[in-house]
């Protein structure tokens, strides 16, 4: 089987699989949700068809799988994975018969069944070679190719088998197991002066050259410049080309190469400066296949530490001190300000590491070094580092130079001001007392405030405030409400964002935010936000016509982060173009496109739903509609939603088109479909109270909502509002399985540039002619409706307003001209409206008075003169006589109001009537004498009530 057959089977087998990137083991999607869900077999053809990818699969609960990864040793020093498990064998005893993998580099994946509790990866690799992947981990899986070139391979490819005890016990919170630590003692520390010697670099952001003096794999892509391949060169310059003249490095390391192209050389640097981060020591081991890394490492995660990280220089440096004082004691080199600085930074960020080096300077100098003179030197560096003079009020303080802050995500510069210390290494309290100054850490990243919100939708001027902030060598922000980010009690709540603040900080860390802000004020841009997408006013609309404006929605994180352009327009309308030659899917899409118009003609919402048998292309048609506006697996949702849920994303989508998927979902609750049909046609949600008192902000909504599934939305028994309300299709959308396939694979690069496109050409369209669209829809509207007299006006005017955007898209998207274009609308319109219901298909008077003619030719032997055990009333050549209880529990079986009904039949003379006496009112029961014969000599005549009905022969419904 080829890689897209074994991920379908892998999937099939109830797997959570991931797509990585091609020889190698990294994700090639951001994979976080596949944790917890699995995808389906149309995301996995997707992902896989037409491409070289390998096949990661996602281990836990999710899939039902843990996973034992033994590794073979890729260096002469490094533990083999096989031996450890040898002797875990001797110890327990052998594994059960369970399915296992060879990885490609001599080692195996065993896989045994998830226990039912959450047991997390854990890695031995450094003292076993073995590593355990539990929840949120994933493993390469067979048929991938290893970076070295091998295949992934099964070696027994059957049913996972119970984890064993011992696996268990290792796989707990705690400390190891006796047994582990018997089994695999820890390595012993090496002596300090076993250290291999490295190269002096410069502290702070060094020159480029620094790293290739002391990088090992720099050091192997400039001695095989020629021959080197792309990934290495790749992982090279992200990191080189991060440092001081890193750019001018970049392009003599890659000279020798053979293909050399300055233009193109500058390119892939900017991107990987742009949209990369540096290639870390371990990819650049376990990806690359690079075995010439030092034993036990540099001291770095990535090449670009060794200019970037200060605690590493620092080591450094002292090291190399250190070296000189062997060869020849001498004062002046512990008092030179470089090696005091970085005893500095040692006694700031290191304690253990500062005692340990003064004790071995003062091993090897003895008398010749007096430590309280050194000790108060180092003190003071240490202060002259931080900075800690307090500003005086209105001093302008110069802006805190670090390489850390070259690209912060804001343009403002940073000054010290007040109090506080802001440093690389965090935020910290500057107090003075008697002894000195001293520091309090407040937060062990840098934060800050870059940007601030005001909601300007709601009346309420919400506030909000974006805080950015430096950790783990990134830029990270989020954005929260502003009584969060300056109340201590709330502030706690950062912490799941990954601020490093807690309980016993978080006064501190509110009093610094107000003060930042404080001293900021006028720097600090402040923006102002909508919670929802579409128009907001005449001049807005999000996609695409944003101005100074931007969407926040706490509530909508991951439906607003799909709205985003993927790609080129010009792509897009190549795979989607051929799709439209089909009526369903150019109505669907035609559908998107209309959305925004609804608002402009006053249109009434509607429900635009194809229904039909599996892989007829439904959901490729309706992600290829949502692609007008952004990714659609982020802004799809499906009917396996509450009506709250729905309420709230359709307030959200606004002016956008709501995709729901999978009706058959919800097909056996059909109470609920149809509560869902008015509910969305409504427009709006309903009033709800709010948690601190008052009325929350109801939702509001302008829209077409499309849907798709295996059976209609309304049934026999639905209500003419149901069938109004909800245009229902059935057939294939897209009835080539390889252009729906197509369309799935084209959309997962390319998507949202359509509607935005769609939008600004609108928009100078209404600047020639504000009445343009409502003129244009009233002469489609005009046009259809004499053609189609006996449709739904309202299905009319749903398919005109598809009509007119199709017209508007084939011209501004697809570059047709206009009368090509306005052909094509009005034949999608025509083959549409003709499969739709009639007017008189859908009345609930005619329909109530088929299904009732029917019944009664059903039960025509309960319709007689002589009583017996069924008696349903009397029959004349002109009328059935129906007692009301019958008639009652007949129209009610069939789903109708016997009282709506019954009104009215009485104003279409359906029905006999009655007035009696002066008293006006109409009476839908009449009085009829009826020969009530018991027996033949006792015949009798009552006077009964009836609800009498015109048979077919004496009323023809039309």
Not at 445 to 458: M, W
Not at 677 to 706: A, F
Request: proline letters at 5%; hydrophobic letters at 40%; aromatic letters at 10%.
């Amino acid at each position: 089987m080829n890689t897209l057959e074994w991920a379908i089977e892998y999937v099939r087998r109830g797997w959570s699989v991931i797509p990585l990137r091609a020889n190698g083991k990294e994700p090639a999607i951001p994979w976080d949700r596949y944790k917890a869900e699995r995808p389906t077999e149309q995301m996995i053809t997707a992902w896989f068809r037409g491409n070289n990818r390998n096949i990661g699969i996602v281990t836990g609960a999710v899939s039902s799988i843990v996973v034992l990864d033994v590794d073979a040793p890729s260096k002469t020093d490094e533990p083999d994975g096989r031996e450890s498990l040898d002797k875990l064998i001797a110890r327990f005893g052998p594994l059960p018969e369970t399915a296992v993998s060879l990885t490609g580099s001599g080692g195996r994946h065993i896989i045994f069944k998830h226990p039912g509790f959450e047991l997390r990866n854990f890695s031995k690799k450094k003292r076993t070679g073995l590593d355990f992947r539990g929840d949120g981990g994933y493993i390469v899986s067979p048929p991938s190719i290893h970076p070295n070139g091998n295949a992934y391979e099964w070696l027994d490819d059957v049913e996972p088998a119970e984890m064993p005890e011992w696996l268990k016990e290792l796989c707990a919170d705690g400390p190891e197991p006796e047994w582990f630590t018997e089994l695999f003692p820890p390595p012993q520390k090496k002596a300090s002066n076993q250290k291999k010697a490295k190269a002096e670099v410069v502290a702070g952001a060094g020159p480029a050259e620094t790293i290739l003096e002391n990088c090992a794999f720099c050091q192997h892509c400039r001695d095989n410049a020629a021959t080197l391949s792309e990934p290495e060169w790749y992982a090279m310059i992200t990191n080189i080309g991060r440092a001081a003249g890193g750019r001018e490095l970049v392009h003599e390391l890659s000279r020798p190469y053979p293909g050399y192209s300055p233009h193109e050389t500058d390119r892939k640097l900017d991107h990987a400066l742009q949209d990369g981060e540096p290639h870390t020591c371990a990819y650049i081991q376990d990806n690359l296949g690079f075995t010439g890394c030092p034993a036990g490492g540099c001291g770095v995660k990535a090449p670009i530490g060794f200019v970037t990280d200060s605690l590493l220089v620092a080591k450094v440096t002292v090291d190399s001190a250190i070296r000189k004082l062997r060869k020849e004691p001498r004062r002046e080199v512990v008092y030179d300000e470089e090696v005091v600085g970085a005893l500095a930074v040692l006694r700031n960020r290191d304690a253990a590491e500062y005692a340990k080096v003064k004790g071995e300077i003062r091993d090897i100098c003895g008398k010749l070094i007096n430590f309280n003179d050194l000790e108060r030197a180092v003190r003071q560096k240490q202060a002259e580092l931080k900075n800690l003079r307090i500003a005086q009020p209105g001093e302008q303080q110069p802006p805190i130079q670090a390489d850390w802050l070259r690209n912060r995500p804001f343009d403002f510069e940073i000054r010290r001001f007040g109090d506080w210390n802001i440093s690389e290494d965090g935020i910290a309290k500057v107090v003075f007392d008697e002894n000195g100054s001293r520091l309090i850490e407040v937060c062990s990243a840098p934060v800050f405030i870059s940007r601030r919100l005001k909601r300007v939708d709601s009346g309420l001027d919400e506030a909000r405030v974006e805080l950015a902030w430096w950790r783990d060598g990134e830029w990270q922000r989020t954005i929260v409400d502003a009584d969060v980010a300056f109340t201590a009690s709330k502030a706690t709540i950062l912490r799941k964002q990954d601020v490093p603040i807690n309980s016993e900080t978080a006064k501190l860390f509110v009093t610094y935010l107000a003060e930042f802000e404080r001293a900021y004020i006028r720097e600090i841009p402040l923006v102002k936000t909508v919670s929802r997408m579409g128009w907001y006013g005449s001049k807005h609309f999000f996609p695409g016509l944003e101005g100074d404006y931007i969407v926040d929605n706490a509530d909508m994180v991951r439906q607003l982060s799909g709205f985003h352009p993927s790609g080129e327009l010009e792509d897009w309308v190549k795979f989607i173009a051929p799709v439209r030659q089909y009526p369903i899917a150019r109505f669907m899409l035609a559908c998107a496109f209309a959305a925004p118009l609804m608002r402009l003609v006053n249109q009434r919402i509607f429900i635009f739903h194809a229904y039909g048998r599996s892989r007829g292309g439904k959901t490729a048609a309706l992600v290829a509609a949502l692609s007008v506006w952004g990714r659609p697996e982020d802004i799809i949702a499906n009917f396996n939603t509450t009506k709250v849920g729905l309420e709230t994303i359709a307030g959200f989508y606004n002016d956008l088109p709501l995709g729901l998927d999978e009706q058959q979902i919800a097909s056996r609750n059909q109470s609920f479909i149809e509560s869902l049909v008015y509910m969305l046609s409504m427009g709006k949600g309903r009033t709800r109270g709010s948690k601190g008192g008052g009325l929350r902000e109801y939702q509001q909504w302008k829209t077409i909502v499309l849907t798709t599934g295996e059976d209609p939305l309304s049934t026999d028994a639905s209500t003419a509002g149901v069938k109004s309300r909800a245009l229902e299709v059935y057939g294939a959308p897209i009835p080539d399985e390889l252009a729906a396939q197509r369309v799935h694979r084209g959309i997962s690069a390319n998507y949202g540039t359509a509607g935005p496109a769609f939008i600004r050409r609108l928009m100078d369209e209404l600047e020639k002619n504000p009445r343009m669209v409502l003129e244009d829809y009233e002469r489609l509207l005009d046009m259809l409706q004499e053609k189609f007299s006996e449709n739904l006006s309202s299905h009319v005017s749903a398919v005109t307003i598809g009509m007119l955007a199709d017209f508007y898209a084939s011209q501004w998207i697809f570059g047709q001209g206009e009368e090509k274009s306005f052909v094509e609308a009005v034949q999608m319109g025509e083959e549409i409206l003709a499969q739709l219901e009639r007017s008189a298909e859908t009345d609930d008077s005619l329909r109530a008075y088929d299904y009732l003619m029917s019944w009664c030719d059903t039960n025509a032997a309960a319709f007689s003169d002589r009583v017996q055990s069924i008696w349903y009333g009397f029959a004349t050549q002109d009328y059935y006589y129906i007692f009301p209880v019958v008639f009652d529990k007949a129209l009610r079986d069939g789903g109708f109001s016997p009282k709506r009904i019954l009104k009215d039949w009485a104003q279409m003379g359906v029905i006999k009537t009655e007035t009696r006496g002066n008293e006006g009112t109409v009476r839908y029961k009449v009085r009829e004498y009826v020969s009530m014969t018991y027996d033949d000599h006792h015949p009798r005549r009552d006077l009964k009530y009836f609800i009498a009905v015109k048979r077919p022969s004496q009323y023809e419904m039309n």
